[in-house]
């Protein structure tokens, strides 16, 4: 980046990102009335952060929480004596204690977006214990019920860590049994599916109708059944299907 751009347009977090996801080294200047902000990067590492006469996080802070300014990156630029050797990671997840929260837009399981980043960063025994409760698809609104939970997640969603984990849909044909009661049947390699998403079996399914109506509805496996989605008639006349609709499914 030879000329300056304005900041204002940008998520200063989210270009330090960009830099180093690109293996970039160099220095990357905003140019204030109150001072220069640098930030002097090596790959996936930061290698010095200054605010004038502020340096470390505390600098990167002040510039967060006022983000203006008109920025440069100068490649190949080292700083000559610096203070840090830390993974973009690390210096992200400390600088966003000190910012308001931003709450979740979900409440359901989560996945890891990269492991390899997560293996890269020192964590805490807490914070290993809710990362855990992630791997095995406890839901972030439970998680959340913990603040110390609920700020990591917040601070990983942030940092493009953690994303919503999303299962596969199936679109299944309605047709009548009489063989359950109070549970509908799905084809076994489905539920297989569905599991290998979930790393956990559903116990209920979500059913959406060609009209926009959602049933959650307990849900068990049985062979060779294709998209055939076996509804007894008492649930039936609950959800008001009929044999012959066409729904879509997913686990609840």
């Known amino acids: 980046m030879n ?24 220095v990357l200047i905003v140019h204030r009335a109150d001072g220069p902000f640098q930030a002097f990067l090596e790959g996936h590492r930061v290698r010095h952060l200054q605010f004038a006469a502020q340096t470390g996080i505390p600098a990167l802070l002040r510039l967060l ?20 050797n830390v993974n973009l990671d690390e210096v992200a997840l400390e600088v966003l204690d000190g910012l308001p929260e931003e709450p979740l837009p979900y409440g359901g399981p989560a996945r890891l977006t990269s492991p390899e980043r997560v293996a890269r960063i020192r964590w805490g025994l807490k914070e ?20 110390d939970a609920r700020r990591l997640l917040q601070k990983l969603h942030q940092i493009r860590l953690i994303a919503p984990r999303k299962s596969r ?5 309605v047709a009548v ?27 209920s399914i979500a059913i959406r109708t060609g009209d926009g109506q959602v049933h959650t509805l307990p ?5 060779d059944l ?9 649930l039936l006349m609950r959800t008001g299907l009929h044999a012959g609709d066409s729904v879509l499914a997913r686990p609840a």
């Open 65 to 84: 929480r006022d983000p203006q300014g008109r920025f440069q990156f100068d490649e190949g630029v080292l700083h000559p004596d610096p203070l840090l």
């Open 226 to 234: 294709s998209n055939a989605l076996l509804v007894p008639p008492e």
């Open 169 to 173: 849909v199936a679109r299944l044909s």
């Open 219 to 223: 849900v068990r496996g049985d062979r």
């Open 3 to 26: 000329n300056t751009t304005s900041l204002e347009t940008f998520d200063f977090l989210q270009l330090l990102y960009l830099l180093s996801e690109q293996d970039r080294t160099g």
């Open 128 to 147: 290993q214990a809710i990362l855990k409760q992630i791997e095995v698809q406890r839901p972030v609104s439970v998680l959340s019920q913990d603040p």
């Open 177 to 203: 049994t009489h063989e359950v009661q109070g549970v509908v049947v799905i084809d076994k390699l489905i539920l297989k599916r569905w599991k290998e998403d979930l790393l956990r079996p559903p116990q």
